[in-house]
């Protein structure tokens, strides 16, 4: 009996230890069968975000998201290399990768991701580094009066903490090393301690208010980045630090690394389109202020001609760049226009200078500005900053502008490029040309008096010897009726001054 009960035991322990290794056999097959399930991906999709942070880049980052969401894309690779760019299309592109469900993310940093790069990175569920790329400094500065660049106010960089604070802590980033990338003031420490010997990152001020029993606990404490320093790292202190969750060689390693090597993988890279608008739309100011100047040429001189031409051409780039990256729209546009309009009324048509002028001028500042933002009263402080910056770049090319207009009215006549547009040498009845309807005397009209017959503003009539002629001045105003004395024939332009 003793026997049987003994032999029932050991087949019930033999049975219940085969039974535990199956369960452990199977937890195990379970673990690898989820970790394939984590690392091998149908349908790869990459897309390169190179160059300036801008509007033009949000949109057509949207562009290729949308394809590989069509193509059934279930990891897409961001190839992340920049300098940074502007804050707005920063905040909007990360947003939007944080919030693709589709597919899982990943950034891979070639060379560098610095500034509004480090937070489009940030954003991505896994971050890869080649061995010498660059994650980081994503301080937020902003022109200065001054010259150079300066740091923004508490108001903006609070905005910015919080977006890092956001996708560190949804993507399993170090939320502290994060927030130190924005804010050189923080100062972060890497402990281990009796109850957590795993470590882990805290303040200095976490530091100060622990109390003396968790400070005795304390087995280890390392610096990682001192106060009025920015957090920025390369390959290996951001695999080190938990960003960076493996070092590969290049593209290729790193699709060897993801088990995707002979998986067939889709490259959506910007078409010429969308990099001729970004070009663009970062040459806009300069393109504002040739455009002013040549309508300005156009404005001084008799009829329509190329300075017109160049004009219309240069501010229409600018708006259409403009809106095609989601700032200009019909309205300020339309704003924009009527100021010129305004102020063309004014210069040719009314004497003076008045309410016509005024309202012009006040109505192309409008248009400008809001074509530059997409907001049009600024509510947050980052509305703020970006109104004192566009406002600091408008008034830049309006100074730039009238510098030129300053340099040519003092120059132009000796600048051989505007004897093409305006002839500066007298001709004669032998060359083939007679100025209508001048009096007796031919060709040397310099000296002649008459009066004006019409209102010289800079263009209009005046009468000589019972003969109509068509005059310019040098920018004077002169009334209908006035006496005018011809001081100058330029070609076929004749310069008058009143008497």
């Not at 975000?49 to 949207?62: F, K, Q, T, V």
């Not at 404005?299 to 219309?312: E, S, V």
């Not at 500066?424 to 017959?453: H, N, W």
């Not at 109509?468 to 006035?482: A, M, S, W």
Request: glycine share 8%; net charge negative.
């Amino acid at each position: 009996m003793k026997k049987l009960i003994s032999i029932i035991f050991s087949l019930l322990l033999t049975s219940s230890m085969f039974t535990q290794l199956l369960l452990a056999d199977s937890e195990e097959q379970k673990r690898k069968t989820d970790t394939k399930e984590d690392t091998y991906y149908n349908n790869v999709s990459i897309i390169p975000l190179s160059g300036m942070i801008d509007g033009g880049l949000h949109n057509s980052l949207e562009r290729r998201a949308d394809i590989a969401k069509e193509n059934g894309s279930d990891l897409i690779i961001f190839e992340i290399d920049t300098y940074g760019g502007r804050l707005e299309p920063a905040f909007e592109i990360s947003e939007y990768i944080s919030n693709i469900k589709y597919a899982k993310t990943i950034a891979f940093i070639p060379t560098k991701a610095i500034s509004a790069g480090a937070l489009i990175a940030i954003s991505c569920n896994d971050i890869y580094m080649a061995p010498q790329a660059e994650l980081g400094d994503c301080e937020p500065i902003v022109p200065s009066s001054e010259g150079g660049y300066k740091t923004v106010g508490e108001k903006i960089q609070t905005v910015l903490r919080t977006k890092f604070r956001k996708f560190a802590e949804k993507n399993g980033y170090p939320v502290l090393l994060s927030e130190a990338m924005v804010t050189k003031e923080i100062e972060v420490y890497y402990i281990t301690t009796e109850d957590r010997p795993e470590g882990y990152y805290i303040s200095s001020r976490g530091l100060k208010e622990m109390i003396e029993e968790e400070k005795k606990k304390i087995k280890s404490k390392k610096l990682i980045i001192e106060e009025g320093q920015l957090l920025t790292m390369y390959a290996k202190e951001a695999h080190e630090y938990q960003f960076a969750k493996e070092i590969v060689e290049d593209r290729d390693s790193l699709l060897k690394s993801l088990n995707l090597d002979k998986v067939v993988t889709t490259l959506l890279d910007t078409n010429w389109s969308e990099e001729m608008v970004r070009f663009l739309e970062s040459i806009a100011p300069v393109l504002l202020g040739i455009g002013l100047v040549a309508l300005w040429i156009e404005f001084k001189a008799p009829g329509f001609g190329l300075p017109g031409i160049i004009g219309i051409l240069c501010l229409a780039t600018v708006f259409l760049s403009k809106h095609l990256v989601g700032l200009a729209e019909t309205p300020e546009i339309i704003i924009f226009f009527v100021g010129i309009a305004l102020l063309a009324v004014e210069i040719l048509v009314i004497p003076g200078f008045g309410i016509a002028g005024i309202s012009g001028i006040i109505m192309v500042l409008i248009g400008l500005i809001l074509s530059f933002q997409d907001f049009t009263i600024p509510i947050t402080p980052y509305d703020v900053e970006t109104f004192i910056k566009n406002i600091f770049t408008i008034m830049c090319s309006l100074l730039g502008s009238g510098i030129a207009i300053f340099l040519l009215i003092k120059y132009m006549p000796g600048i051989p490029i505007f004897h093409r547009l305006i002839l500066t040498a007298a001709e004669t009845t032998q060359g083939g040309y007679v100025i209508p309807s001048q009096p007796e005397g031919g060709d040397d009209l310099t000296g002649r008096k008459g009066k004006a017959v019409t209102i010289l503003h800079p263009t209009g009539k005046i009468e000589v010897n019972n003969h109509t002629l068509d005059v310019v001045t040098d920018g004077e105003y002169i009334e209908k009726g006035q006496a005018v004395e011809i001081v100058e024939v330029r070609g076929n332009r004749i310069v008058v001054k009143a008497l």
